[in-house]
C-alpha cells in the first residue's frame, strides 16, 4: 500500500511539469503552430509541401549582410521554445550573427543580442550543458525554453553582420497561438553589451536603467581578463540591483561574484538548473558563468538597473608584484583576521608600498574585458534599450 502511494504521488508530480498540468485541456482553445522552413506560416496542413513532402526545405543559407524572418506571425500566442543550429558555430560567427524579437508591431526590437550570446552562454563559445532557460545537449545546437508572449504580432530576426556567407540554418520555433489574454502580459527582452576594458573603480552595467514594471529574469556574462592580472582572483565584485527609485545605492546586493551564481570561495565549471560556470578557462583567462531568478523572482513597479562591480583580490606581496610589472589597480580592502580594513573610509587612503599597509588578503578593482545578456520582462513591448553594439566591438580579440 505504501508502495502504492509513493507511486501516485510521483506519477502527480511528473504530470505537472513547469507548471502545466499535463492531463488538463485548456480553459479556451489553443492551437499549436511549429514554424520551420518546412511551414514558414506555420499555416494549418501546409508543413513539408516541397519535394513531394521528402525534406524539401529544411535549411536554408544566409549570405553575408542579409536577415530572414524565422518569424514573422500575424495574431496573438506565446511562443514557447526556439531551437536553433548552425553550420559555422565559430566564435566570430556566433558574434556576427544578431537575433532580434519585435513584439506587436513596435519597429524597435525588444531582443537585440548576439546570437551565441543569447542561447545562455558568453564568450561566443558552444559547450554542452543545461540550465532552465537554455541547453544546449551535445555544443552542436541552442535551445531556449523561455516563454514570450505577445498580443497582435510576433517577429523573430536572424542578421547576418559578417562578411562571410553562412551555409546553413536549421530552426524550429514552437508556439501556441492564443486568441486573447485575459490579464496584462509582460514582454520577453534580452540586452548585451560589452566593454572591453572596464574603467577602475567603475560598476559594469549588465543592464541599463529601464523604467516601466516587470520581471528580471537573469543574466550570463562573460569574462576575458587582462594578463598583467595574471591568474589571480577576478571575481570578488558584488552585484548590485538598483530598483524602484533607489539612487545612489542599492536595495538588492551580493557578497560576490562566485556567491552570486551559487558556489564559494572561488569558481569551478558547474551547471545547474538557475545558477552554473560552464567555462572555467584559467590559462586563457576566459570565465562564462549565469544566475536565472526563477526560485527568487525580482519584480520591480517602476525601474530597474543592475551591474557588477569589478573588483578581484590576492594577497598583499602578490599584489605589489602586480602593480610592480605595470597592473593598473586601486585597493579597496584587506582581509587580515582578526580585522578587516576599509581603505576606502580611512583618510589619507594608505600606499601599497606603505610599511603600515595591512597584511592579508588585498580586495582591488581591476580592469577587465566584460560582456553580459540580460533577459528581463516589461509592461511593453520595445523601445527600452540602446542599440546592439557594432560588430567590431562584438567581435574584438576572439579568435576562431
Given amino acids: 500500500m505504501k508502495r502504492a502511494i509513493n507511486f501516485l504521488v510521483i506519477l502527480i508530480l511528473s504530470a505537472n511539469v513547469a507548471g502545466q498540468d499535463l492531463y488538463k485541456m485548456p480553459k479556451e482553445q489553443v492551437t499549436t503552430k511549429w514554424v520551420t522552413f518546412e511551414n514558414l506560416k506555420a499555416e494549418k496542413g501546409a508543413g513539408g509541401m516541397e519535394n513531394r513532402s521528402a525534406k524539401g526545405h529544411a535549411f536554408e ?10 518569424v514573422n506571425f500575424n495574431g496573438s500566442g506565446i511562443v514557447n521554445r526556439i531551437w536553433l543550429t548552425i553550420s559555422d558555430r565559430s566564435p566570430q560567427m556566433l558574434r556576427s550573427l544578431k537575433i532580434e524579437m519585435f513584439w506587436d508591431g513596435e519597429e524597435r526590437p525588444a531582443v537585440s543580442v548576439p546570437l551565441g550570446d543569447f542561447f545562455g552562454i558568453g564568450l561566443g563559445t558552444r559547450v554542452a ?3 532552465a532557460l537554455f ?3 551535445e555544443g552542436r ?16 530576426r536572424l542578421t547576418n553582420d559578417s562578411q562571410k556567407d553562412l551555409n ?3 530552426y524550429e520555433i514552437n508556439l501556441l497561438e492564443k486568441f ?3 490579464e496584462d502580459i509582460l514582454y520577453f527582452h534580452a540586452y548585451w553589451s560589452r566593454d572591453l576594458e572596464t574603467k577602475l573603480g567603475e560598476d559594469f552595467v549588465i543592464l541599463p536603467q529601464i523604467e516601466g514594471k516587470g520581471r528580471f529574469l537573469g543574466t550570463n556574462i562573460g569574462i576575458f581578463t587582462n594578463e598583467l592580472y595574471q591568474d589571480t582572483w577576478w571575481g570578488e565584485g558584488e552585484v548590485k540591483i538598483h530598483i524602484d527609485g533607489d539612487n545612489e545605492f542599492p536595495s538588492l546586493v551580493g557578497s560576490g561574484t562566485e556567491d552570486y551564481v551559487g558556489t564559494a570561495y572561488g569558481q569551478g565549471t558547474f551547471t545547474h ?14 570565465y562564462a558563468f549565469y544566475r536565472y531568478h526563477i526560485p527568487d523572482p525580482v519584480f520591480f513597479y517602476e525601474d530597474i538597473k543592475v551591474s557588477i562591480q569589478q573588483i578581484g583580490g590576492a594577497p598583499k606581496e602578490k599584489v605589489q608584484e602586480l602593480v610592480s610589472n605595470g597592473a593598473r589597480l586601486i585597493p579597496v580592502s584587506v582581509d587580515h583576521f582578526p580585522h578587516f580594513t576599509k581603505l576606502l573610509e580611512l583618510d589619507p587612503v594608505p600606499n601599497l608600498r606603505d610599511e603600515d599597509f595591512p597584511q592579508g588578503w588585498t580586495n582591488f578593482y581591476r580592469s577587465d574585458d566584460v560582456s553580459a545578456t540580460a533577459y528581463f520582462y516589461l509592461d511593453r513591448p520595445g523601445g527600452a534599450l540602446p542599440q546592439l553594439q557594432p560588430l567590431e566591438v562584438r567581435t574584438a580579440n576572439l579568435s576562431d
Fill in 168 to 170: 546553413q540554418i536549421f
Fill in 61 to 70: 543559407r544566409l549570405k553575408a549582410g542579409e536577415s530572414v524572418d524565422l
Fill in 180 to 182: 486573447h489574454f485575459e
Fill in 273 to 286: 538548473q538557475f545558477q552554473g560556470s560552464p567555462i572555467v578557462d584559467v590559462e586563457e583567462g576566459a
Fill in 141 to 156: 545546437s541552442f535551445n531556449c525554453f523561455i516563454p514570450m508572449p505577445f498580443k497582435e504580432k510576433a517577429v523573430i
Fill in 135 to 137: 541547453a544546449d545537449p
Fill in 129 to 131: 550543458f543545461e540550465s
